[in-house]
């Protein structure tokens, strides 16, 4: 399966004891070896040559197999571990006889002539050898080999020690002479040692020179030689070399001899370069035998080194990544490689650095980039800028990993920037790699390029700016080129901003009709600290490339002082639906004969009326038709009557024209035209959708059938009948018939029709059907409706489950010895109708492919034939003595999906191993005496037969014989540990109570059995009979040496008491007495105490023992012998040794000292115990030994103390992958036994499993060479923000001892959280308007934490204040509160209050909002803005409805507002004629403009109206037209209007020039009654 690691089961490969091997040696050797040709070779004279080493070519059948293996037989020979000198002779014959001579060298040293017939061969021999005869080596150093002369030696089991040793001089019994050659030796009688002969010793030599150990790189040639130094060289040495096999080099050397004509042989090793890097050096022994012995060869060693280099380093010289792409973080994904192999993990860090730190590093840089093209290097300063994260990466190679890819983070600092560069580097982290010289660093560095993504938005503050024709505009506020707030600048933009003739201003040309006082193209600066530059412009030519402009143009609109008429040509019109009317609106006045310089835009609007939405198109804005100027006075717009699609009759609509901006100059006339629109509507009725599935098992299938393309009824009613039709689905079998009138009127669009599916149970292909529709009656109107479409189509889809696929059982069962396991997938449930795929697959379970069995899948294709399919799996015998293994077998997948049930869908495979294996004791009985080897018997467990497959839980436990447990041996009773694949030999520990009884031999059992029995695992032998040999003396005697009675005393009866005097009897003995005359009295003479009792330091180590006469009177002379014996005190170790004679004793001599030293240490270790034994020289019957022995104890007062390295240790989440080592030490003392210890952790307020992983086991054992133990502390690794954790480690001593204190007992860890939660605005900027009275600021926090972080977020006034506090705010601080396990996306807000000035037409202000810095909060975006909006209104009126005045002039007409105001309010009111002699439809509106000034409600602007003096009395009407302001909310207030009343007398003077330069244009008045002479004066014709 993709994706899955199948375990590996070692166990094929794993090396194990091959029996086979010996069996051939023994089957060749007994073919080639007879003991006929045995017997000839001994006999031949030259098997005493020490140079004839080779086998006679009669001895050896040339057969291939002999060929293969007489190498393997001579460097397998088994030297005999002890020779031994014997006094009798041994003839050559009786060593033919005997069927017990192993296959080695005998190796005689010794001093003096020896003859072979009187070597005795005592060897330790193999079991499976027994009944080998084979071939011998007989060499000699030291040792002239004679025809017969006889040596007795003493044999190796006399005990020489160190203090009884001398050089030269006499001898005493019991002392050895010294060979200066480091060989102690004894000779028969003599009393002598004389001066040891001096031999010399072979060595290695390197080249030339004498050499033990020599280093050698990795393919190179180590040549060596053996040769003879410091001595006298004497006669042919045969030699064999000894190399492990390794395969890091290859062996070059055969046997060869030594003697005065070859001085030096040669061996080779080819080491190989492997080309893996990074190998620890590999020590090589090299050992060689000189005639069968290697104790004259003295050792060498060649130590390999690997030559092997490794190179590592960036696989880019450099790498890009944009910033912000996936805010707030991304990364730079960068790979980091290597060339070769490596024989250990290769740890490195990887260095993210700025520019200025990697700068004096000396490191180079990548090739090709120099610090010239690092322009602009990103910083990373801490509570500052930062664009990227400095997080040291610690990364590990794997052996044969080459490359690895990470990422280095990017932060987004919403700083518009140029592109910044920095640098990471790679350095290795293990000291010992950086020593070895075999790790190259090459390409040490690459760039890392952030490419900046936040680009600044420039553009015009407003779309329009507005002047009046003749106004002279200069640098100033009025317009502004702006910058984005949103992003911060780190650089100066260059603008160039171009005025250009605009088709808005009616080709206004340049300098011709508006002086604005600068050149057509300029260029402008805004740096980083500004946010507009002030100009005057008509367009942004271009922006820096990397930005994105915001109204990049702007209009200038320049205002004419004189009046254009503009209106409809049309007044009525008539269009049938569907069609399109045609309305034109034209420059009416000034006639084309005169120049018009105005340039103005007119917006059409469409009104509905009767018409509506469904009848007539109505924009979605106005119609904007321009520009009008001299040469463009006509435009012309069309509009379609919508069939709208419903029966209503006709519909009418109206269009009005509106004037665009502020033009004063311009008159709308008329500026309204209505629009009948005729109904032809039609109706289409039909199915939506046409095409339908349904499943086989739902039970209807819905139609719907609608009123299609927006048209509805009204009025009437449209009947349909819907009717069904066969496909490949018939009725009544697959689907029910179904017949239905459908009725549709003006409150019915859409009608549903279920028809009824028939689920018939078969598994098979869709089928399908059909409706129809046919129109039954319209109420008339037939011929306006229309079916379409008329014809759908249901498909029924086959999903019916009634298919039941899956295995016929749950689970099989086969013998391993089965070449196939055979299961059955079947049809199980159902029909099919069509075929059916199933894929079928082996998954691993107990038993793994390709091990145990073959991976098999394969697609399982069913159909109405195929019912049942057979899958054969292969079924592989590993000759493994194992459990029963299984796997399982599975369906996986069906196509086509989901509608065939797989079940069951799973089988179990069970494999029955036919394999056994035998186990049992190694020997089926042991003897041990009771003295040896510390009363410790090994007794070894082994798999005699077979190879184990699975793990095998044993219990031994012992039996009793004639042996008792608990009085003659520890009894046993427990588990072993598991014997496996690997461990196939156990040794158990059999311990004898050892005690100074004197009794007969026991004998006692040890049974082994199986802890869980099994059918393939037998027990033979089940018990093993151990012997225990008595090795106790016990001394029995008189209670006192000599006895005195008279004879007149107790009626001459002396009792006599016998006693056992030194010992302890364990068996019943039977004494016989009889008296001897003489006339001498006993003497006893023995220890003053049974036991003494030192302290290692007491006395300087120091322990006087005194021997005394007990009893008696010594009359002559005694000569004593002392010597100490082991018991768990060892000589040499615990104690010196004593082995000497003693001063004479006599009759003024009654006591002796001997001073016992104890060995002085500061080993803590157990009590330690030996004896001092007494012996006399000359054995006396007059003279008694009693006590014969002291007990010493050895009282240790050594103390240790073992405990923590340190009482406290603090490691950060993601530090060292969250392992942190805790040592344990020997801090005072030293150890002289074996301590254990259990550790295991204490939750503090970290928490086991959710914090760190707990510990609780028992550690290695500290003794003398271990003084130090790691304990490997893991800490859970997460990203929650969290508290600091701490939990403690516990050490305590499983067996507890005084000597022994564990100080400090516990060690304190504390885990610093190294998580951090990034705190986001979700907005740059907050838009909020005065009466909302609050500003609210939310908040993105991620990731999820698990503790509860404050943070202070304050509202402040900008640098360059607009909203000031506590005017427009109120500055403040306020804590924002993260809750534990807050998810990312949950918005955290706080609120700022804002105040409500009641001032209307104030500018957006701003002000800061800025999050304070705050432990575990990372701040991307510390800084956002709120801009406050004025929502107050201000309404202008009229100061008074209605204004007089008498005679010509002027009357003042006033406004003003209900409001104060930040701006000024320009104000337009049109005069319009009422009641005066001249109507309406006479006379020309008259435009005022005045202006209400910024500041307090109620302060009125004024406008003089000009009396028109026509009549005796005059009304005119005043409307407040238009209203505009720089920004904000302008209503017009009631009154909106009023009326102007002017009281006149009579004509007065120079009326008619009054009237004449008042009159606009062509004023005409006709006056039905009035002064002809005005009339003629004004040069009118009434």
């Given amino acids: ?280 050096p590999l020590s090589v022994p090299v050992s060689a035998l000189v005639d069968g012995s290697s104790e004259f060869v003295l050792p060498f060693s060649a130590t390999i080194l690997d030559a092997d280099v490794v190179t590592i380093g960036f ?105 910044q560069q920095f640098i990471c580097i790679v350095r290795l982290t293990n000291p010992s790699v950086i020593a070895s010289g075999n790790v190259i660093i090459k390409n040490p560095s690459t760039v890392i390029r952030i490419d900046d993504n936040d680009p600044i938005s420039i553009g015009f503050g407003a779309d329009t700016y507005t002047f009046t024709k003749g106004q002279q505009i200069f640098y100033g506020d009025t317009v502004k080129l702006v910058k984005d707030d949103g992003v911060v600048s780190e650089q100066t933009f260059s603008v160039t901003v171009i005025a250009q003739p605009n088709a808005v201003d009616n080709q206004a040309m340049y300098n011709v009709d508006y002086d604005i ?10 740096t980083p600290d500004q946010h507009y530059a002030k100009l005057v412009s008509t367009q942004v030519a271009n922006t820096p490339s990397y930005s994105a402009p915001h109204n990049p143009t702007t209009i200038l609109l320049i205002l004419d002082n004189k009046v254009a008429t503009v209106g409809f040509v049309n007044g009525r019109a008539v269009v049938t639906e569907g069609g399109d009317f045609i309305e034109c609106v034209a420059v009416t006045d000034p006639p084309p004969e005169l120049t018009m310089q105005l340039n103005f835009y007119i917006q059409v609007l469409l009104v509905p009326d ?123 079998q697959d689907y029910n018939q179904t017949a239905q009138l459908l009725t549709f009127n003006e409150n019915t669009a859409c009608i549903p029709v279920a028809v009824g599916i028939i689920n018939n149970g078969y598994y098979g292909d869709d089928i399908s059907f059909q409706a ?102 292969p079924v592989l015998d590993d000759g493994l003595a194992e459990d029963d293994e299984s796997f399982s077998a599975k369906l996986l997948t069906v196509s086509p999906s989901g509608l065939v049930t797989i079940a069951p869908a799973t089988t179990l495979i069970t494999i029955i191993d036919t394999n056994s294996v035998i186990i049992g004791f190694e020997k089926q009985s042991y003897q041990i005496s009771k003295h040896q080897n510390q009363g410790r018997l090994p007794v070894k467990i082994q798999v005699l037969q077979g190879t184990l497959g699975r793990t095998v839980l044993l219990h031994v436990k012992t039996r009793d014989g004639s042996a008792i447990a608990s009085t003659n041996y520890i009894p046993i009773d427990y588990d072993l540990p598991a014997m496996n694949f690997s461990v196939h030999e156990l040794t158990v520990d059999v311990s004898i109570i050892v005690n100074d009884l004197a009794e007969d031999d026991k004998v006692f059992s040890v049974e082994l059995s199986l802890i ?47 006693q056992v005097l030194q010992g302890t009897l364990g068996r019943t003995v039977l004494l016989h007495v009889k008296t001897r005359d003489g006339s001498a009295i006993d003497v006893t003479i023995g220890f003053e105490h049974l036991s003494y009792q030192i302290s290692k330091h007491q006395t300087q180590g120091r322990l006087p023992v005194k021997i005394q006469v007990l009893q008696g009177t010594l009359g002559r002379t005694v000569l004593l012998h002392v010597k100490t014996r082991d018991g768990s005190a060892i000589a040499s170790t615990n104690y010196i040794s004593i082995d000497s004679d003693l001063p004479a004793m006599n009759f003024s001599v009654h006591e002796l000292t001997v001073d016992v030293s104890i060995v002085v240490n500061d080993l803590a270790e157990d009590d330690k115990v030996f004896s001092v034994e007494l012996f006399l020289i000359s054995p006396s019957s007059r003279v008694t030994i009693a006590p014969r022995s002291a007990q010493i104890t050895v009282i240790d007062d050594n103390s240790v103390t073992i405990g923590f390295e340190h009482g406290s240790y603090q490691i950060s989440k993601h530090q060292n992958q969250g392992r942190l080592p805790v040592k344990i030490q020997v801090l005072q003392g030293t150890l002289g036994r074996t301590v254990l210890l259990h550790v295991k952790t204490r939750d503090g307020s970290a928490i086991a499993s959710t914090n760190y992983i707990s510990i609780d086991s028992d550690l290695p054992a500290m003794n003398f060479s271990v003084h130090e133990l790691t304990v490997d502390v893991s800490i859970v690794v997460n990203d929650l923000a969290d508290n600091d954790k701490v939990f403690s480690v516990e050490l305590s001593l499983i067996s507890p001892s005084s000597r022994v204190t564990i100080a400090p007992i516990n060690a304190q860890v504390t885990i610093i959280d190294d998580n951090a939660i990034y705190l986001v605005p979700t907005k740059a900027t907050y838009v909020v308007t005065e009466n909302q009275n609050q500003a609210v600021v939310c908040f993105f926090a991620a990731p999820v934490a698990a503790l509860r972080v404050n943070v202070t977020v304050v509202a402040m006034e900008d640098d360059v204040p607009s909203a000031r506090s506590p005017h427009h705010f109120i500055a403040s601080s306020v804590r924002l509160t993260i809750p534990p396990n807050t998810p990312p996306q949950s918005e955290l807000c706080v609120a700022f209050t804002i105040i409500d000035n009641k001032v209307a037409l104030e500018p957006i202000k701003t002000f800061s909002i800025k999050v304070m810095p705050s432990p575990k909060v990372v701040l991307l975006r510390p800084i956002s803005h709120v801009l406050i909006l004025d929502d107050d209104a201000v309404s202008v009126n009229f100061t008074s409805s209605n204004y007089t005045s008498v005679g010509s002039g002027y009357t003042a007409v006033c406004v003003s507002k209900d409001a104060a105001t930040a701006s000024n309010i320009n104000v337009e009111i049109t005069l319009t004629s009422s009641n005066s002699t001249c109507t309406s439809g006479d006379f020309s509106p008259v435009v005022y403009s005045t202006v209400l000034v910024a500041g307090p409600a109620g302060v009125p602007a004024c406008v003089n109206v000009t009396n028109y003096l026509w009549e005796g009395r005059s009304s005119f009407r005043m409307s407040i037209t238009k209203v505009t302001a720089a920004g904000g909310i302008v209503k017009v207030g009631a009154p909106s209007s009023a009326s102007v009343s002017i009281f006149n007398a009579g004509c007065l003077e120079n009326e008619d020039t009054f009237l004449c330069h008042y009159v606009f244009g062509t004023f005409l008045c006709q006056l039905k009654v009035y002064n002809q002479l005005c009339c003629r004066t004004c040069g009118v014709t009434c």
């Fill in 1 to 280: 399966m993709c994706g899955q690691t199948v375990p590996s089961k070692d166990r094929r490969s794993t090396s194990r004891r091959n029996p086979a091997v010996t069996e051939e040696l023994h089957i060749l050797a007994g073919t080639l070896f007879q003991q006929s040709a045995v017997q000839s070779l001994l006999s031949h004279d030259s098997f005493l040559c020490p140079s004839c080493y080779r086998l006679p070519e009669q001895l050896i059948t040339l057969t291939n197999k002999a060929n293969e293996l007489k190498n393997r037989i001579q460097q397998s020979l088994l030297r005999a571990q002890e020779v031994v000198l014997a006094s009798q002779q041994i003839t050559r014959s009786k060593i033919v006889a005997s069927n017990s001579l192993i296959a080695g060298y005998i190796h005689l040293q010794g001093k003096g002539q020896v003859s072979f017939k009187d070597v005795r061969v005592d060897a330790m021999f193999h079991q499976r050898a027994a009944k080998v005869l084979c071939f011998v080596f007989i060499t000699a150093i030291g040792i002239t080999l004679v025809a017969s002369q006889t040596v007795t030696c003493y044999t190796s089991s006399t005990t020489c020690t160190s203090t009884s040793v001398i050089l030269t001089g006499t001898r005493t019994a019991g002392q050895c002479c010294l060979n200066r050659g480091g060989r102690s030796y004894k000779t028969g009688t003599s009393t002598t040692c004389t001066p040891c002969v001096v031999y010399g010793f072979f060595q290695f030599l390197n080249s030339t020179a004498p050499s033990t150990t020599v280093y050698q790189k990795e393919g190179s040639q180590l040549t060596g030689y053996l040769g003879f130094v410091n001595g006298t060289f004497s006669g042919t040495h045969f030699v064999t070399f000894t190399v492990p096999d390794n395969n890091r080099y290859i062996k070059s050397f055969t046997p060869g001899v030594l003697n005065n004509a070859a001085t030096r042989l040669q061996f080779t090793l080819n080491i190989i370069q492997d080309n893996i890097a990074l190998q620890p």
């Fill in 1012 to 1058: 869980s029995p099994s059918s393939r695992v037998t027990i033979a032998p089940i018990s093993a009979q151990v012997t225990i040999i008595d090795d106790n003396n016990v001394t029995i005697s008189f209670e006192h040496g000599s006895y005195q009675i008279s004879k007149h005393q107790n009626q001459g009866r002396l009792p006599v008491k016998i």
């Fill in 610 to 732: 009767t018409a509506d939405a469904s009848d007539v198109f109505i924009f979605n804005g106005p119609i904007i038709l321009g520009p009008f100027d001299n040469t463009n006075r006509k435009y012309c717009f069309s509009t379609t009557a919508l069939a709208d699609e419903y029966f209503e009759g006709n519909q009418t609509f109206t269009y009005s024209l509106t004037l665009i901006g502020e033009q004063t100059r311009v008159v709308v006339s008329p500026n309204v035209t209505m629009v009948t629109i005729l109904d032809n509507t039609t109706l289409t009725i039909g199915f939506d959708p046409t095409q339908y599935t349904v499943n086989k098992s739902d039970s209807y299938v819905t139609f719907s059938v609608s009123i299609l393309g927006g048209a509805t009824i009204q009025g009437a009613s449209v009947g349909v009948m819907f009717s069904t039709g066969d496909g490949t689905a018939l009725a009544r």
């Fill in 517 to 526: 006082g600068f050149a057509p193209v300029q260029t402008f600066t805004i």
């Fill in 315 to 419: 696989r880019e010289s450099d790498y890009s990544v944009t910033e912000g792409a996936s805010p707030p973080d991304q990364y730079a994904r960068v790979k980091l490689a290597k060339d070769k192999t490596i024989a250990q993990p290769l740890s490195v860090q990887v260095v993210p650095l700025t520019v200025d730190q990697f700068r004096p590093l000396g490191i180079p840089l990548p090739d090709g980039i120099t610090f010239a093209d690092l322009t602009n290097p990103a910083q990373y300063i801490p509570n500052g800028p930062m664009d990227f994260n400095k997080t040291i990466l610690n990364l590990t190679f794997t052996s044969s990993q080459r490359e690895i890819n990470f990422n280095v983070a990017i932060v987004d600092d919403l700083i518009n920037e140029s592109d």
């Fill in 772 to 873: 129809n529709l046919a129109l039954q009656s319209a109420g008339g109107y037939e011929q306006f409706v229309t079916l379409s479409p008329a014809k759908a189509t249901a498909t029924i889809i086959d999903d019916i489950n009634g298919v039941t696929i899956g295995f016929d059982q749950t689970g099989y069962s086969f013998l391993e010895n089965q070449r196939y396991a055979r299961v059955s997938v079947r049809v199980l449930q159902g029909q099919l109708k069509k075929s059916v795929a199933v894929q079928f697959r082996t998954i691993h379970g107990s038993a793994v492919g390709p091990y145990e069995y073959t991976e098999t899948e394969k697609i399982l294709v069913f159909n109405e034939s195929t019912l049942s399919i057979n899958v054969d799996i």
